[in-house]
């Protein structure tokens, strides 16, 4: 079964450094997020993407945060200037365009990126 | 705005016993309602969905059914294993936004021998 795949599982990065977390969608999906989980709450949404832009983003993607699709498959999420707070794990998810067998609606996710910042 | 409401975990249930975890959500428009699953160490899982009302979404023993006139979407389970031991998350589409999510903060469930 096609998946979402992620890079690096778990990322250790010291405050104030630049962080990129990697992932590759389902090959021909066309909407990819990105949501993330501080530990023990809610699954937040960050922002989507689709045809090279950014359709929608939340209010936690402030400045620090850009995306980015630099090839056929990669998308990736920069956290400029890590804080202490962007602690978390850092879902990606794709999806298929409107009307698609597979279901528009649902999202697939990949297994997860974990940041850490000390 | 769009918000999903789950009863607060832990759920701890010895195995073979009954499993219901609350959802409730906004009504806003008309959203897909889903349940996803987050085993230990795993990303998030899509368990099942409904998409109007008065469908039932069921998958792996699971059922839940969309309920417009409540505005839940309860999960239950005849029979947990302990393998079913894991988060459950509930989640609704945001009106005008076919495909974001809106999740609930999730329910942690333990199934013991």
């Known amino acids: 079964e096609p998946e979402v795949t992620q890079t690096p599982s778990h990322q250790v990065t010291q405050m104030g450094q630049e962080v990129i977390l990697r992932c590759v969608p389902i090959?021909?999906?066309?909407?990819f997020y990105w949501y993330r989980q501080i530990l023990g709450q809610k699954v937040e949404f960050l922002v989507s993407?689709?045809?090279?832009?950014?359709?929608?983003k939340s209010e936690i993607f402030d400045d620090q945060f850009s995306v980015e699709r630099p090839d056929g498959s990669n998308f990736t999420l920069k956290i400029r200037s890590t804080k202490l707070e962007d602690s978390a794990m850092y879902f990606c998810?794709?999806?298929?365009?409107?009307?698609?067998?597979?279901?528009?609606?649902?999202?697939?996710f990949g297994a997860g990126s974990r940041l850490t910042v000390l | 705005g769009n918000s999903v409401t789950q009863m607060e975990g832990p759920v701890t249930l010895s195995e073979e016993a009954f499993l219901t975890i609350n959802c409730t959500y906004t009504?806003?428009?008309?959203?897909?309602l889903f349940w996803y699953v987050q085993y230990p160490g795993e990303g998030l899982q899509l368990l099942l969905k409904?998409?109007?009302?008065?469908d039932k979404g069921s998958n792996k023993g699971f059922e839940a059914t969309y309920r417009k006139e409540t505005t839940s979407f309860h999960l239950e389970k005849g029979s947990v294993q302990v393998s079913d031991s894991a988060v459950y998350f509930c989640?609704?589409?945001?009106?005008?936004?076919?495909?974001?999510?809106?999740f609930g903060t999730g329910t942690r469930l333990q199934v013991t021998l």
């Open positions: 998810a794709s999806t298929g365009p409107p009307g698609a067998v597979s279901g528009a609606n649902v999202l697939t």
């Open positions: 090959s021909n999906h066309l909407y």
């Open positions: 993407f689709y045809n090279n832009e950014i359709s929608e």
């Open positions: 009504a806003t428009g008309y959203p897909s």
């Open positions: 409904a998409t109007k009302a008065d």
């Open positions: 989640a609704r589409t945001d009106t005008g936004t076919a495909s974001k999510l809106t």
